[in-house]
């Protein structure tokens, strides 16, 4: 169970727009945009998505941005359906789910020469 979640500023994206949506269908909370402080990433029922250059399921803390470039394309979304345990069902009927990894972790030209 979550209280809130909190993204990054600015315009969304389709990575942690989706991850948002997929929490709040199961925890109708607040979504905040702004940045983390340390007791956001510290607090296991605040989900931060997309922010905070940390990878902590059991804090809710789901961000991509610090893996290595060659690490497999992951987004946020990714990594919220894996912490469900609806990660390898979403690949099976999502088929925009590992382009819009590319996309997000690789930008456009990469993605379009991989595609």
């Known amino acids: 169970m979550i209280k809130l979640i909190i993204t990054h500023p600015g315009s969304a ?4 727009f989706l991850a948002c949506c997929v929490l709040i269908a199961e925890n109708p ?3 905040h945009r702004k940045d983390p ?3 956001d990433l510290d607090d296991s029922f605040v989900a931060v998505i ?4 940390r990878h902590e399921p059991n804090k809710k803390n789901f961000d991509h941005h610090q893996f290595p470039r060659d690490r497999v394309p992951t987004c946020s979304l990714s990594l919220v359906l894996q912490d469900l345990g609806l990660y390898d069902d979403a690949r099976s009927f999502c088929d925009w789910l590992e382009t ?3 996309f997000d972790r690789r930008g ?3 993605t ?3 595609l």
């Open 37 to 39: 402080d340390s007791e």
């Open 29 to 31: 909370v607040s979504i």
């Open 100 to 102: 819009a990894e590319w």
């Open 50 to 53: 997309d922010i905070g250059d």
């Open 13 to 16: 994206h389709k990575d942690d």
């Open 112 to 114: 379009a020469n991989w």
């Open 108 to 110: 456009a030209n990469a």
